[in-house]
């Protein structure tokens, strides 16, 4: 277990009662930051009470400086227990929606919203449900996933889901209403588009409506793709005209 942070206060630094939080992950990240150490401190966090549900921090993977990031909401439950974010089924539906919008998944930095996976016992045979993490919990992670995005600097963000793309573009947005749209103009990337969490296009019962909702997923991050396209195109025609020398009288 890596050691409590300076400054933490013993409650945070020893978990809390289920259902409460202390603190935010803030009080976590390491000095001088870089991938491998966050990951090391984040393996150790106990900033909410989610650490006692999740088998271990399931924390973000992929190239250093990745230009596309994939955020979703959380761990599922086999990547709770590989300790990989999207290795279970929605990881190899994401797989397959990313190679058909021309997305090569090597060159993606996939992540979560939240690091933990909150879960209750429910279902046929007592199963691992997954549970929606609150308000609170979200604020509490909320410094894993700034940082990993201070870290990559990624050109375009894809939001999986209501939980990531409210945590990046605020409470209000609404991913049935503008699911797709490049959203310009944040703090965290070039582009910022949201869409539906794979897990949703699983969850639709009829074969023929999964279908559609996967060909649609798909459509959102071809759209993705073309916006960040586009924005790197311009940013390197203005990073041109900056740098042309004037020409001698
Ligand atoms: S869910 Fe996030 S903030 Fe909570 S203990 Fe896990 S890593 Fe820390």
Not at 175 to 194: L, M, N
Request: proline share 7%; hydrophobic share 40%; charged share 25%.
């Amino acid at each position: 277990m890596a050691p409590a942070p300076r400054g933490a206060s013993a409650t945070s630094a020893t978990g809390t009662r289920a259902g409460t939080t202390a603190g935010t992950a803030a009080e976590w990240i390491p000095p001088r930051p870089t991938l491998p150490k966050v990951r090391a401190a984040a393996a150790g966090c106990r900033a909410c009470h989610l650490w006692t549900l999740g088998t271990q921090t399931v924390f973000g993977e992929g190239p250093r400086r990745a230009a596309v990031m994939v955020v979703g909401e959380q761990p599922g439950d086999q990547e709770d227990q590989a300790g990989r974010p999207f290795v279970g089924p929605s990881g190899r539906l994401l797989d397959r929606a990313l190679d058909a919008a021309g997305i090569d998944r090597d060159t993606v930095y996939v992540t979560n919203t939240v690091k933990h996976f909150k879960w209750e016992r429910g279902g046929r045979g007592g199963r691992r449900i997954h549970k929606t993490p609150n308000a609170a919990e979200v604020t509490a992670c909320r410094p894993w996933l700034e940082v990993e995005i201070a870290l990559v600097r990624p050109r375009l963000i894809v939001c999986l889901g209501a939980t990531a793309a409210q945590a990046l573009l605020g409470k209000q947005f609404r991913v049935t209403a503008d699911r797709g749209k490049a959203i310009r103009g944040s703090p965290f990337a070039d582009v910022v588009v949201a869409t539906v969490h794979p897990s949703s296009v699983l969850r639709v019962p009829d074969a023929a409506g999964r279908e559609q909702a996967e060909r649609a997923f798909v459509a959102d991050l071809k759209r993705a793709a073309r916006h960040a396209r586009s924005e790197s195109s311009r940013s390197e025609s203005v990073r041109s005209r900056a740098t042309e020398r004037p020409s001698r009288p």
